[in-house]
């Protein structure tokens, strides 16, 4: 095999950047001494148990597939793709480790990363979200807030809600083009079912990053909106590994006892105020005073006016507070 096809078998560059810039591939193999890890890594996190299955593995019949690295000074090499490889050698005791050594720039590397690491069999719905948004900011040369910001341009412009014209714009075409050769999913349906995951609570897009939760099961503990009751729900869920019934049971009996004990809400209260006002009304015998009467009906007025208004629930709410003032007050007189 070419080391052509290696290098598009490794990364799938090609498929996604073309042949913009033809990169020279050396196979070797280097002690593990002397390769340094980037600045920063797409990915964070590591299955402890899933990391010491594959470095038994590789002490049995050894490393199937060589990692990814390019030299940055003598005898120093950055790793670019296959992290999860390199520490499996580690824990293995290796000394050395077979490598693709590759000729790239710095931006060209941080690229070749973030594609392998959205090419992992064991990537979940969030990881992958920050993924694909790390890519397309690394593509555009702009920060991840902005790109966010394009795509729900985008989409309120397919929906004829926005005049830009973001769809034809450089920044539009690029979007639409990456998606389309990760082949992963459509740009509507990433803002549609992926975006919302970046307004998770703090927790649990942790929970989701570690691979610790399904996104389905971090969906529903993510209702609870008191911190310490979520927290304590999703240490319970992740360690008895609870079904998505049985969370939805757990979080639905929270919300409802949250609900009970929540107190009313000034409308609530105002409500029960006029039941209050309306039943002492009707007992009342201010119906054979003509005095007090008169007051009554341009009160009654007041209210069939309001009523009648359309979308002014806060002119609604202040003059039905003047009202109930006035009936007390003429109730009391």
């Not at 990692?67 to 296959?82: P, Q, T």
């Not at 690029?174 to 079912?193: R, Y």
């Not at 007041?302 to 202040?318: G, V």
Request: contains cysteine; aromatic residues 4%; negative net charge.
């Amino acid at each position: 095999m070419s080391q052509k096809r290696e290098l598009e078998k490794l990364t799938g560059l090609d498929n996604l950047f073309g042949d913009e810039e033809e990169q020279t591939l050396f196979d070797s193999t280097l002690p593990l001494s002397q390769i340094i890890l980037p600045p920063s890594q797409p990915r964070r996190y590591f299955d402890s148990v899933k990391l010491k299955s594959l470095a038994d593995s590789i002490k049995e019949v050894g490393l199937l597939e060589p990692i990814a690295v390019r030299k940055i000074e003598e005898d120093k090499y950055e790793l670019i793709a296959g992290e999860r490889r390199l520490k499996a050698c580690e824990i293995a005791g290796l000394e050395e480790i077979s490598v693709f050594i590759i000729e790239c720039n710095e931006k060209k590397a941080r690229k070749l990363r973030l594609v392998e690491n959205l090419q992992r069999e064991d990537l979940n719905a969030y990881e992958e979200t920050i993924g694909i948004l790390e890519l397309l900011a690394e593509e555009l040369d702009i920060d991840q807030e902005t790109v966010v910001k394009l795509l729900y341009d985008m989409n309120n412009e397919t929906k004829g809600n926005s005049n830009h014209n973001v769809m034809v714009s450089d920044e539009g075409r690029i979007i639409q083009d990456i998606f389309s050769k990760l082949g992963k999913i459509t740009w509507q349906s990433f803002v549609a079912n992926r975006l919302p995951l970046l307004k998770l609570h703090v927790d649990i897009q942790t929970a989701l990053q570690k691979g610790e939760i399904e996104y389905t099961k971090a969906k529903e503990v993510n209702r609870i909106k008191n911190d310490s009751e979520r927290q304590k729900v999703l240490d319970n869920v992740i360690a008895e590994s609870l079904s998505l019934s049985e969370i939805r049971v757990l979080v639905g009996n929270i919300l409802q006892q949250q609900s009970e004990n929540k107190p009313p809400s000034h409308n609530q209260e105002q409500k029960e105020k006029a039941d209050k006002i309306y039943k002492a009304l009707r007992k009342s015998k201010i119906w054979n005073d003509d005095k007090k009467l008169k007051k009554i009906n341009k009160l009654f007025a007041q209210i069939e006016a309001l009523l009648e208004e359309e979308n002014k629930d806060d002119a609604f709410q202040e003059s039905s507070l003047v009202t109930d003032n006035a009936l007390e007050k003429a109730l009391d007189d």
